[in-house]
């Protein structure tokens, strides 16, 4: 086994614009950071939840670690590029501050670079280098990350709003979370375990039952939840009664529907032409409403997303 932070796979994830944090955490500036600085373009989670996305840090306390290799993921994956590490075990023992500090040092390294830009919004750059929201998102799994709930509260006492994305195969550290976030995504990309295990593919055997224990853990949840759909055409878009079994089960305030997109390392597993087009996705969101009476609320065709609810309205959670 390879140590990943010390491989050419380093070199691999600078060239791609990821700012390393101490051991195994990183922030990377999502495209629409750029979109809403210089071309007043903003991300659905601004549409959908209020969310300002010129001030929104997207980051990982779990580079390189994961408990699934999703034929879908961005992320480097042992076995990728030659290399190999063990992806169950995140040795990250930075604290929760020192995470923090570089995540801001490294977001307004990023913002600095629109400085030199004609058509940067200079009311949202200034507004960018106070970040308000933080997407614990970007790769890995972040329930690996040992101290979460004292990331999450360190985040909050800094006055950020947090979105936590999880896979669901760790419920047991969801439920002894010392503090929630503002919002908790949770990955659910198949109708069944053949599917899951096919698409999904998790590095140990009770995944799949672990991520069903999740769903039935989501109700105790305070903070709104969100069940994330990663669709590929032709992998995970049909059987959706499955998916409203599964849905019935965790209750969720949200689902969101989103096409795969070809990027990162997925580009070593799947082609171009498994990206959905924005009408499949809606088509399959539009079954799933028939069969769950959850319904289409909004939705961003640039993102090929699609966003169901109960709620006439998605609570709106952006700070100003």
């Known amino acids: 086994m390879q140590d990943p932070s010390a491989s050419p796979l380093l070199s691999a994830l600078k060239k791609q614009k990821y700012h390393l944090i101490g051991a195994n955490s990183a922030v990377k500036r999502c495209k629409w950071l750029y979109e809403s600085i210089v071309n007043n373009r903003p991300c659905y989670k601004q549409k959908f939840y209020g969310i300002q996305s010129h001030r929104c840090i997207q980051m990982t306390p779990s580079l390189y670690y994961c408990t699934q290799q999703c034929l879908f993921c961005w992320r480097a994956q042992s076995g990728d590029m030659q290399i190999h590490w063990d992806e169950m075990h995140n040795p990250n023992k930075d604290t929760p501050e020192q995470i923090v500090e570089g995540c801001f040092r490294a977001q307004e390294r990023i913002i600095s670079g629109y400085k030199g830009n004609e058509k ?11 970040p308000n929201q933080v997407a614990i998102s970007l790769t890995g799994e972040p329930t690996l990350y040992a101290p979460l709930g004292d990331l999450l509260s360190t985040f909050h006492q800094r006055g950020l709003t947090t979105f936590l994305v999880t896979n669901g195969n760790l419920p047991q550290k969801l439920s002894q979370l010392s503090q929630e976030p503002t919002q908790l995504y949770v990955s659910l990309c198949a109708p069944n375990e053949e599917v899951y295990n096919k698409i999904c593919r998790p590095q140990f055997p009770a995944a799949w039952k672990k991520l069903n224990e999740t769903l039935e853990l989501l109700k105790s949840f305070r903070c709104p939840t969100v069940t994330r759909m990663t669709m590929v055409k032709d992998y995970n878009m049909a059987e959706v009664e499955g998916y409203a079994k599964l849905i019935e089960k965790a ?52 993102s090929r997303v699609v966003l169901l609810s109960r709620l006439e309205k998605a609570i709106q959670v952006g700070k100003s």
Request: proline content about 5%; glycine content about 6%; charged content about 30%.
């Open 120 to 130: 940067t919004d200079w009311r949202k750059f200034q507004e960018a280098m106070r």
């Open 251 to 302: 209750q969720p305030t949200y689902i969101e529907a989103k096409a795969y997109m070809h990027i990162g390392f997925s580009n070593l597993r799947l082609g171009f032409d498994r990206m959905p087009l924005h009408g499949e996705v809606r088509e399959f969101a539009q079954k799933l409403a028939e069969q769950t009476g959850y319904r289409i609320i909004n939705e961003a065709p640039e």
